[in-house]
């Protein structure tokens, strides 16, 4: 009995997955950064503009090419369901950082997919005390890795639980994630490369971690003028 139930399970399962996929690329809103206006209704004939007013929504929320300056949270937005935040298929979408930053734990639901995060911010996505925030299939580099003194780093988070780390490439940075104090973190099938620190840096207070499939490369030192460890201590990742 219990093999049928399991047969009938792994069917019910498949369709709905295979149902999702079909419709992949259906959005509930738009956000178009050029003709948009955070007064229309969101929909694809009369789409938002910015990501502060995509923040507001729940479910599925689709850009349009465009640059949209942070995508930035630091209060309870208190959803009642999770909002995925997309590139509308062969549109490019860029934004200078991810910066999720609560007081205390928060459920954040959040969802980004594909986008390009590329600036010289000290670290280009912020997590602290972050709860369920999947970041996937995004571009995630400095404009330069190191500057003024410090070394940009892809990834910092902090104090966070069920995070998702998935499909991204991530180049052009001092380190590529580093994390204390963070609970159920999944790092998959993305690529790193870094320029002069490590690929992840996994440190103390952080339990039930899952890291697989990913890409780890280093390149070797070039040292800019402005790079924190040039000239005194030259090395390589």
Same mark, same amino acid.
């Given at each position: 009995?219990?093999? &049928?139930?399991?047969?009938? &399970?792994?069917?019910?399962?498949?369709?709905?997955?295979?149902?999702?996929?079909?419709?992949?690329?259906?959005?509930?809103?738009? &956000?178009?950064?050029?003709?948009?206006?955070?007064?229309?209704?969101?929909?694809?004939?009369?789409?938002?503009?910015?990501?502060?007013?995509?923040?507001?929504?729940?479910?599925?929320?689709?850009?349009?090419?465009?640059?949209?300056?942070?995508?930035?949270?630091?209060?309870?937005?208190?959803?009642?369901?999770?909002?995925?935040?997309?590139?509308?298929?062969?549109?490019? %979408?860029?934004?200078?950082?991810?910066?999720?930053?609560?007081?205390?734990?928060?459920?954040?639901?959040?969802?980004?997919?594909?986008?390009?995060?590329?600036?010289?911010?000290?670290?280009? %996505?912020?997590?602290?005390?972050?709860?369920? &925030?999947?970041?996937?299939?995004?571009?995630?580099?400095?404009?330069?890795?190191?500057?003024? @003194?410090?070394?940009?780093?892809?990834?910092?988070?902090?104090?966070?639980?069920?995070?998702?780390?998935?499909?991204?490439?991530?180049?052009?940075?001092?380190?590529?994630?580093?994390?204390?104090?963070?609970?159920?973190?999944?790092?998959?099938?993305?690529?790193?490369?870094?320029?002069?620190?490590?690929?992840?840096?996994?440190? @103390?207070?952080?339990?039930?971690?899952?890291?697989?499939?990913?890409?780890?490369?280093?390149?070797?030192? %070039?040292?800019?003028?402005?790079?924190?460890?040039?000239?005194?201590?030259?090395?390589?990742?």
């Amino acid at each position: 009995k219990w093999y &049928v139930v399991s047969f009938f &399970v792994s069917i019910v399962l498949a369709s709905f997955a295979k149902g999702e996929a079909t419709q992949n690329y259906k959005f509930d809103y738009y &956000v178009n950064s050029v003709s948009g206006d955070d007064q229309n209704d969101g929909s694809l004939e009369s789409p938002w503009q910015t990501v502060n007013k995509a923040l507001t929504a729940t479910g599925r929320v689709g850009f349009f090419s465009g640059f949209y300056g942070s995508i930035a949270e630091t209060t309870d937005s208190q959803r009642t369901g999770r909002l995925t935040l997309k590139a509308v298929p062969g549109n490019y %979408v860029y934004t200078q950082s991810i910066y999720l930053n609560y007081d205390n734990p928060t459920l954040a639901a959040l969802r980004i997919e594909g986008f390009e995060v590329t600036s010289n911010n000290s670290n280009l %996505v912020y997590l602290k005390n972050a709860l369920g &925030v999947h970041i996937e299939r995004c571009t995630i580099h400095a404009e330069k890795w190191a500057l003024n @003194g410090k070394g940009r780093d892809a990834f910092e988070i902090l104090n966070c639980s069920n995070i998702l780390i998935r499909g991204n490439k991530v180049y052009e940075v001092n380190r590529g994630i580093t994390t204390s104090n963070t609970t159920s973190l999944t790092v998959a099938n993305n690529y790193f490369r870094t320029k002069a620190g490590t690929c992840i840096q996994y440190a @103390g207070g952080c339990a039930y971690a899952l890291i697989e499939n990913n890409h780890f490369s280093g390149d070797d030192y %070039v040292g800019y003028p402005d790079d924190p460890d040039a000239p005194e201590n030259p090395h390589s990742s």
